[in-house]
């Protein structure tokens, strides 16, 4: 007999979790993650959150969000994120989130591609406060469990209808966990790349899965490369240098510590700029000066980057320090609606699995923190309005575990199922 639960959500990010905790107390909540509950992308977010500060900025927030993304953004899911973001920073201050303020005003930052400071922050660890703010309050729901060490491996699908998962426990038993509703909320795929900032472990399995089932994808091939992280010849993941520091005063210099670029243009553009320049300088990295933030500036808001950059032999409050591009954010994903329904039946994606076109070609910078909240709100909402009248679905005679047994073999699949997806996509814009 699978295990039952009303709604299953796969991944403990910000996504995950600000869906869950938007479920009635009588609706039981299966939460489930790779590695342990705080070992997610949300929780490496440094620079901050978007937030619509006043009427007069709407019109300006939205050219930014679309000139970052090349104007291939879906203009409505852009609307539906900018006019939500009030609502959701009351909500997580409701929640304990604790963002800087100036006084009893909340505090803005401005990192690349914002026309003015519009980002809130919590120093330099602001996922961090949020997703483990989101997680302590889920933790306390009596109808939230949240199991971890568990990997989802597939779907239970039928005729285009999702009834539920494949799982791998902690001890590798695999059993199936049957759903009235299924949410993906898996992140990234960062962990496919050599040198990424995201988790090892975010490697785009919803997507593969959706590949392997005929669930609609969208601009898989839309990367985003984050122009600044720490250059390090040591194997693993790329520490990020927020953008915010760019934001604040730091400036990018080449080898013979010149100044070659705007720093605050969107993300791709710094990129290229930079790759050019290391080309130019046949360097592995160009160098970032913190030179004109004052020391005390960058103790307070950047304490993390700080103590990292101390750890691998830097001081960036004395010395230039050597940064390069790193894989960071996927645009693309999973193909879904305003309210994070997927083309298959009782299954929604949000967060960074999924692709509601807001980012369009690039993400403007602490834009994707504000869009996993919101419309991972909207889908638990949604799937609320239905789940009343869904029943559970007679699913014997549809789960066959015994093709689960190699998970090595499986996970080398959906690895290559990905990359030739992207691969594909990619041609195709040639
Ligand atoms: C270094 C860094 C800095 C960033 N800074 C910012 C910022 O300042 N502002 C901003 O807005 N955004 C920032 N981002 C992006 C942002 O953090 C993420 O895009 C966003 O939080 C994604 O949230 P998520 O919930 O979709 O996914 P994640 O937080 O990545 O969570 C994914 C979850 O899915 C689980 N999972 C994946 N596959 C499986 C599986 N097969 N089975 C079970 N569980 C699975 C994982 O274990 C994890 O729990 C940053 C990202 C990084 C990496």
Redesign the pocket.
Known sequence: MAKKTDVLI????????FCALHFSEQTQVLM????E?D????????????MLRDEEDYEQYFEDTMRAGHYENNKSSVEVMIRSSGDMVQELIGYGVDFNRNGKELAFTR?GGHSRPR?L?HEDV??REI?STLLENAKKQKNITILEH????DIIADDNNCYGII?QDIDGGISAVQAKYTVF????L?GLFQH????R???G??VAIAKCHDIELEHVDYIQI?PTTLYSEKPGRR??I???VRGEGAILLNKNKERFCDELLPRDIVTAEIKKQMKKDNMPYVWLSMEKIPKEEIESHFPNILRQCLEEGYDPTKEYIPVVPAQ??FMGGIKVNLFSRTSMNYLYA?????CNGVHGKNRL????????IVF?KRAADKIMEEIAQTEFAEIDGMVSLEKYQDVGKLKAEYRKIILEEIERERKSHE
């Open positions: 796969v991944g403990t990010g910000a996504a995950g979790l489930i993650t790779k590695e509950a070992k997610s992308d949300s929780y490496l977010a440094q620079g901050g959150m978007c990192e980002i922050f602001t996922g997703t568990t990997t989802m491996l799982v909320a898996c992140g990234g960062g990424s900032t995201n988790f472990h975010i490697t399995d919803a984050h520490f990020l927020s953008e915010s960071h954010y949000i967060g960074e699995t999924a910078a602490s834009n994707s923190l504000l869009e996993s991972a």
